[in-house]
């Protein structure tokens, strides 16, 4: 599986999105509503360590469970760590179709997201 990440991470056969909100959770239901749209099933989510502590931290249908190299699942994808990952991407992807979301999330905090 962690040849899928890599796969996935440098590919070049990826298209980039971007998404404007004030959530992770809008930002997910955006990605896999936009892989919905192309006809693609979510397979790996790919974040760094900041972005898939907010998804397991905010979304309750994610569920850690660490195996072969993924750290848990949420919905139809398993969840994996890139170090390689800005705090402001997560790639959606699966066998054949992958999607970089570049993230613009509006907070009150003084993060960077």
Known sequence: MIQAVSDVVYSKAKVKVDFTGTNITDALNFAFAYFDSEDHIVEYIVANSEIMKKVIGEIKDSVLMPEGGSLGELWTAKLFLSSKLK???????????????????????DKEY
Request: hydrophobic letters at 40%; proline letters at 0%; a negative charge.
């Open 87 to 109: 705090n402001n991407e997560m790639f959606f992807s699966n066998n054949t179709f992958s999607v970089v979301i570049n993230l613009n999330l509006n907070s009150n905090s």
